[in-house]
């Protein structure tokens, strides 16, 4: 149930707390917040013994009547506009001026081993923003944008870094930062974009809040040995695991939107896949310990297939890939399979390969 103080000229709102007193008070249209200074308090001369620390108003109104107070897990300030005021509609007769969450803010943690500059590029709506306490003391307010800002700040090595507020992010980018543990909590809905190649995580845990996630990048972080993957990522587009240690994967054929799946260089075993992934264009899994991987005819789209140096022992195998890709109608781009223990083909794995290759596509076997 909402509860509201009102404030107006003539019944300001004082908040009696010794040196930490405050006043809201209306006056011209605007709602000014002040502080006590000295022991004179508000009895005293402005910028002596208080000061004005902040105003609000809504722009071309005149009216003199604010409220403030909680409503659906909010901390509102509103102003009237006529004189129904608030027991009139909203935005017609009163509007809202102000809202801040009554609720935990939800936050990311990064750990980090740096010395110097850490930096991250932060993405969001541009009247959004989150506050960073960068473990040192100090933090600072960082007004997100859809292009991304960039947060920097100098750290001495043992920092733990906390994004707070964010909720509001859509993408967070920071590679090659030293960070060694990414703690991100499942409730960031509108979170798309993950970058964090190129650090020293050993392990990632995804969220089943992240509902909008479209791309995953935790490409060469060199002790990265479990990456744990959601069904319910159904925006997926872009999955990028290169170069780090990984011995396994789990996908999900609700990942409808997947365009990118790129493995290669780790010691993967198995890698599960999807008829379900009918907008795919590449698969990389080249220098893996893959001993078989299912191409579908349903993936009419791709352009790039790669499993090069691998452990597709068996010709079936290889047969099978070249079947699929062939019934696909791959037009052009190129499929590798040479290398490693990868068998040769035979049969109707050899016939593919060449109705494959007439229609332009560039197909290296053993």
Known sequence: MAQYQEISTAAPLTLVDGACSFRLRAEGGVLYYDQIITANGFGG???????????????????????????????????????????????????????????????????????????????????????????????????????????????????????????????????????????????????????????????????????????????????????????????????????????????YASWTSLINLIVPNSPITSLETHAEWTGLLILRAENTSVANIIAHPEWTSITAFYSTSAAIISSTNINNILIALDASGMVGGEIRLHGGANAAPTGAGVTAKANLTGRGVTVQTN
């Open 45 to 251: 001369d402005e910028g002596v013994d208080w000061n004005n620390i902040d105003s609000s108003g809504l722009p071309g109104v005149t009216r003199n009547v604010f409220r403030v107070g909680s409503r659906g897990g909010y901390y509102v300030t509103d102003q009237e506009m006529t004189t129904t005021g608030f027991d009139g509609a909203e935005n017609t007769h009163w509007k809202n001026i102000s809202e801040q969450s009554l609720t935990t803010p939800t936050s990311i943690t990064l750990t980090t081993t740096k010395v110097g500059t850490f930096a991250m590029t932060l993405y969001g709506s541009a009247l959004e923003s989150v506050n960073v306490n960068w473990g040192d003391a100090t933090n600072e307010d960082v007004t997100l944008s859809p292009t991304g800002v960039v947060a920097s700040h100098a750290v001495t090595g043992a920092n733990v870094i906390r994004i707070i507020g964010a909720e509001n992010l859509t993408g967070i980018v920071s590679t090659s930062q030293s960070i060694t543990v990414a703690n991100i909590i499942s409730a960031l809905p509108l979170l798309e974009t993950i970058s964090l190649g190129g650090n020293l995580l050993t392990s990632f845990t995804g969220q089943v809040g992240w509902v909008a996630l479209s791309s995953l990048d935790l490409n060469s972080n060199a002790s990265l040995t479990s990456v744990t993957t959601c069904e319910e990522w159904v925006a997926l587009t872009a999955l990028s695991i290169n170069s780090s240690p990984v011995t396994s994967l789990t996908t």
